[in-house]
């Protein structure tokens, strides 16, 4: 199956530092990538939809300057948490879907996000 | 209004036995799909099984199944001779066609496999 990653997969920071977290499918084009956002013994919550080359749609009640995504290229997609704070700690997971694929979106790893 | 609803937030089941977890939706598409993904404690999500609103037969995958009723709008995963690396977090999610094919997931069924 296909491949997505991300990196890193854990990071821990200070309150108040930006982090990026990179989402790349490995071994196809994505023409859009998601990300979620999952809270312990939560479910996953769409924060996001990006397409490439386009601007993102964000979800209801997610911060779009807090939360920058860019879709820069068919294979990577960024998400970066500026001016992290403690509340902001989550696990982050990306997803990847190809043109057309509605029924198949691919998964990464996640990304786990401590802000001190 | 809830899209997925998965009622069990815990479930215990003897190793090699079956299981069902549950899942019901809420759409007024007449296109969508159905899925199921296994997400262990390391955090990634495992695609399991998939069930399109027009399929008329239930999906197999193996040792999963669903339990597809339309009417009812519900799809239930059966996980048949259940290992104990089955242990995990399931989540339940659907994709509409009307709402830019996104997925919606439910809150997660916990299954404990006990030996």
């Known amino acids: 199956g296909a491949v997505v990653s991300q990196h890193p997969s854990r990071v821990i920071c200070k309150s108040g530092t930006s982090v990026k977290i990179e989402c790349r499918s490995l071994d196809f084009q994505a023409t859009t990538m998601f990300w979620y956002r999952q809270f312990p013994k939560q479910s996953l919550m769409l924060m996001a939809t990006?397409?490439?080359?386009?601007?993102?749609?964000?979800e209801q009640g997610v911060e779009k300057d807090k939360f920058l995504i860019n879709h820069a290229s068919l294979t990577l997609s960024t998400l970066t948490v500026t001016s992290a704070h403690p509340e902001d700690s989550s696990f982050y997971i990306c997803?990847?879907?190809?043109?057309?694929?509605?029924?198949?979106?691919?998964f990464g790893p996640g990304t786990r996000l401590t802000v001190l | 209004a809830q899209k997925i609803t998965q009622t069990q937030p815990g479930m215990f089941v003897q190793e090699k036995e079956a299981v069902t977890l549950d899942c019901t939706y809420d759409?007024?598409?007449?296109?969508?799909?159905l899925f199921w993904y296994k997400q262990p404690s390391s955090g990634e999500m495992i695609f399991l099984i998939y069930?399109?609103?027009?399929?008329?037969q239930n999906a197999t995958e193996g040792r999963y199944s669903l339990n597809f009723q339309k009417a009812r709008k519900s799809t239930n995963l059966v996980i048949s001779a259940s290992q104990l690396g089955d242990s995990a977090m399931y989540f339940c999610?659907?994709?509409?066609?009307?709402?830019?094919?996104?997925?919606?997931f439910g809150t997660g069924t916990s299954l404990t496999v006990i030996p």
């Open positions: 990006s397409n490439e080359g386009s601007k993102a749609t964000y």
């Open positions: 759409t007024s598409d007449q296109s969508y799909g």
């Open positions: 069930q399109g609103s027009y399929d008329e």
């Open positions: 997803s990847a879907r190809v043109a057309g694929n509605y029924n198949e979106q691919f």
């Open positions: 999610a659907m994709r509409e066609a009307n709402t830019g094919n996104q997925f919606y």
